[in-house]
């Protein structure tokens, strides 16, 4: 089969006649930009690229189809630093996974659709993004390319991400143009590829095609079947009971690592924490045996399917609660998760139950505690909801008629306020889905029917309310302070929907 000849930011190139355009980009030219977040579903828009001038999803669409015709990538986007700019000044990347797309599709939009907030909203419809809550997201596109970043202090800021995150976290203009230091994307050229086969096994492969061939990968899908509260409430006479269902954590990035031979394995940490949601350092050691097997660099890889296969859940569990403070907490055996829910709730007598399912993990924000602390707010009677966490970051929210969610943080310094407010507003969005809208349909068997990135409930731009926060100047320590509001927000949500024993509240 004859190579594909095309045109990539200017510059004619030719591929191999397989597999898609994002497989070309990535592994034969080495432009990292456009990401693999779906692995290939064409449900995250992170790998979304230009074909002549027209915004495409470049994981769904054959290189074949692009022969003859004019790509560009976020490398080769003429304005790409004034859209990084502009995504810097507004706090509008947080890990900047999925922000080199959703720059490539505002790019493309004409600007009567990309100037208001309403247009902006719409053709976010083909992208997903975790960390952010979307607003930052929005004014920014509103705003436009151009200015100035803004960035007065990166070592405060990245102090700040460091905090909210909990790992780590490059800040700056080039994150939001995906050069936040992925772990694919730093790989070596010349390293072998291994993913998992249907019997989770890893295979190896010369490239990532032949390694698919070879894994006879199967494709995610998005069930019919209902969701369920694995766990009950125990018996007593409570003024409170909350049930809580599986939850993916949805981040963008699929766990990935690399290794050379005798080295240490990168870690999937890349520039993000996920939340608490990548804590296993297994492909790392993965990684390692293989390149110290075949004597060679191995990049391994988890597709979308495998991360909500194998990766770890958020604890469901089951509480019910009095006036006074005190109560029951059955809940998924995890490690952690007991000393989690005392933190916040000291009265509650809390019972490990196994269940079916997934593996869980008490580092998945919050887990435990926030579910306790959101209880225990409900149950305060006051015109807001308070909480404040175990490491002392506070915040109270409250919700308006109109869906408009407020916000209070208390983090201590400051450091950065555009790095706050933007995690603020990112831990408002998650909580408003997680007790709305997300939950994992699970089978008899505990394996996670809903395999795709638009089955989690994950909340949309056009769904998600106005956010405003106000930040708390401070001489303290400063401390995380995000999840304090994701469970502030969580606790005035759910009372401002009358507060039903489940969630999500619409299932």
């Known amino acids: 089969m004859s190579d594909v000849e095309f045109t990539v930011n200017g510059r004619a190139v030719a591929v191999p006649a397989r597999g898609s355009l994002l497989d070309a980009l990535r592994e034969e030219l080495r432009l990292t930009g456009a990401k693999d977040g779906c692995s290939p579903q064409g449900q995250c828009g992170c790998c979304t690229v230009w074909v002549d001038g027209q915004p495409r999803v470049a994981c769904v669409t054959p290189v074949a189809r692009v022969r003859g015709r004019s790509v560009t990538t976020i490398e080769g986007l003429p304005d790409a630093a004034d859209w990084s700019a502009t995504f810097t000044r507004h706090g509008a990347s947080q890990c900047g996974f999925c922000t080199p797309g959703i720059i490539m599709r505002a790019a493309g939009l004409d600007e009567a659709k990309r100037s208001t907030t309403a247009g902006a909203c719409q053709a976010m419809l083909a992208h997903q993004c975790r960390c952010t809550g979307w607003q930052t997201v929005i004014e920014a596109i509103v705003d436009g390319p151009g200015g100035d970043a803004d960035l007065d202090d990166a070592s405060a800021a990245a102090a700040r991400a460091r905090l909210e995150g909990g790992v780590p976290q490059v800040v700056g203009p080039n994150v939001a143009l995906g050069a936040g230091g992925f772990a694919d994307d730093t790989a070596p050229a010349d390293a072998l590829v291994a993913v998992r086969d249907s019997a989770g096994d890893w295979v190896v492969g010369d490239t990532l095609h032949e390694a698919r061939e070879r894994s006879g990968k199967v494709q995610g899908r998005r069930t019919t079947a209902p969701i369920a509260w694995p766990i009950d409430v125990a018996d007593g006479d409570w003024d409170l009971t909350l049930q809580t269902t599986w939850v993916e954590p949805g981040y963008l990035e699929p766990d990935a690592s690399w290794c050379e031979p005798g080295g240490e394995p990168m870690s999937s940490h890349g520039n993000g924490g996920a939340f608490g949601g990548k804590e296993s350092g297994e492909l790392g050691e993965v990684a390692r045996r293989l390149a110290d097997e075949h004597g060679r660099p191995v990049r391994v890889l988890s597709t979308r399917e495998d991360v909500v296969r194998l990766g770890a859940k958020r604890p469901p569990l089951a509480i019910g609660a009095r006036s006074d403070g005190t109560g029951v907490v059955h809940v998924a055996r995890t490690p952690g998760i007991v000393d989690a829910v005392r933190s916040a709730a000291p009265g509650f007598d809390v019972v490990e139950v196994d269940l079916v399912g997934p593996a869980t993990s008490s580092a998945i924000r919050g887990a435990g505690w926030v579910e306790a602390a959101v209880v225990l707010a409900a149950l305060s009677g006051d015109a807001t909801s308070s909480v404040t966490a175990p490491n002392g970051g506070s915040a109270t929210a409250s919700?308006?008629?109109?869906?408009?969610?407020?916000?209070?943080?208390?983090?201590?310094?400051?450091?950065?306020?555009?790095?706050?407010?933007?995690?603020?507003?990112?831990?408002?969005?998650?909580?408003?889905?997680?007790?709305?809208?997300?939950?994992?349909?699970?089978?008899?068997?505990?394996?996670?029917?809903?395999?795709?990135?638009?089955?989690?409930?994950?909340?949309?731009?056009?769904?998600?309310?106005?956010?405003?926060?106000?930040?708390?100047?401070?001489?303290?320590?400063?401390?995380?302070?995000?999840?304090?509001?994701?469970?502030?927000?969580?606790?005035?949500?759910?009372?401002?929907?009358?507060?039903?024993?489940?969630?999500?509240?619409?299932h």
Do not use: K
Request: with cysteine; glycine share 10%.
């Open 399 to 506: 919700v308006a008629d109109d869906g408009a969610i407020t916000v209070r943080v208390d983090a201590g310094a400051v450091l950065d306020a555009r790095v706050l407010r933007s995690y603020c507003i990112g831990a408002a969005h998650m909580a408003l889905g997680w007790v709305t809208s997300e939950g994992l349909s699970l089978g008899d068997d505990g394996v996670p029917h809903d395999l795709t990135m638009r089955s989690f409930g994950v909340l949309r731009a056009v769904d998600t309310p106005r956010i405003e926060v106000e930040i708390v100047s401070s001489d303290a320590e400063p401390v995380n302070g995000s999840d304090a509001v994701f469970a502030a927000v969580a606790s005035a949500v759910w009372r401002r929907a009358g507060l039903p024993a489940r969630w999500p509240t619409t």
